[in-house]
């Protein structure tokens, strides 16, 4: 069974520019979420998708978007990125209608300069 | 103030030392618990899930609930140096689609078991 997947594990950026980060979800898990982890902080919730269709979103501004695959593979895309966006962007996947239990990669740890 | 409040410690032990974690909410619609664990530069693992008040004993882990106080417990018993990570406790409502996968973190406790 592979686990949940994220690229890139590390990426620098300067604010301004704009960032793709990748997921590849559990096998036979159709539901991804994203989460920010500032340092020193607890994850916080970006949005979730399910068949394709963001299924709920956090308190995070519209330069926050994403995309979810036919495989459930997705994408966390933010725009004009400012400094405060340097954290740890967790991808994870789970099974729809599993109440918490969620399977979480290792993170793509970005810097903005 | 934060939905879920938990103690940043840092919290460091000896070895075979009990370990309490602890978090307090506010929101009374959660009713899903859960307790993740977060090595370094890892992404967090589910250690504990616990539905509704009451208690649930894993080996060594033991999650508590109380929904009248809105508080919860993690109780680690004979700490090993391998337990050393931070402890994120998380909540959701699970109600409705989106909850389901939108989970509430504290902001962590960093655990430090020493030999």
């Known amino acids: 069974e592979t686990g949940v997947t994220q690229s890139p594990t590390h990426l620098i950026k300067t604010r301004g520019q704009q960032v793709t980060l990748r997921c590849s979800s559990q096998s036979g898990h159709n539901t991804v979420s994203w989460y920010q982890q500032a340092l020193g902080q607890g994850p916080q919730f970006i949005f979730q998708y399910y068949r394709e269709e963001e299924n709920g979103r956090g308190n995070f501004p519209p330069r926050f978007s994403g995309l979810q695959f036919p495989n459930y593979s997705s994408e966390l895309n933010v725009n004009a990125l400012e400094l405060d966006d340097s954290a740890l962007y967790l991808c994870?996947?789970?099974?729809?209608?599993?109440?918490?239990?969620?399977?979480f990669g290792e993170g793509s740890r970005l810097t903005v300069l | 103030q934060k939905e879920v409040e938990q103690d940043p410690g840092p919290l460091s032990v000896p070895e075979g030392a009990i370990v309490s974690l602890n978090c307090t909410y506010s929101n009374s619609a959660f009713q899903y618990f859960m307790w993740y664990r977060q090595y370094s530069r890892k992404g967090p693992e589910l250690l504990m899930y616990t539905y509704s008040s009451g208690n649930k004993e894993d080996g060594r882990f033991t999650a508590q609930v109380d929904k009248s106080s809105k508080y919860i417990s993690l109780f680690i018993r004979d700490s090993q140096p391998s337990d050393s990570a931070t402890y994120l406790c998380a909540m959701t409502s699970g109600v409705g689609g989106t909850s389901y996968g939108k989970l509430t973190f504290g902001q962590g406790t960093i655990l430090t078991v020493h030999p």
């Open positions: 994870a996947s789970s099974l729809p209608r599993d109440t918490g239990e969620l399977f």
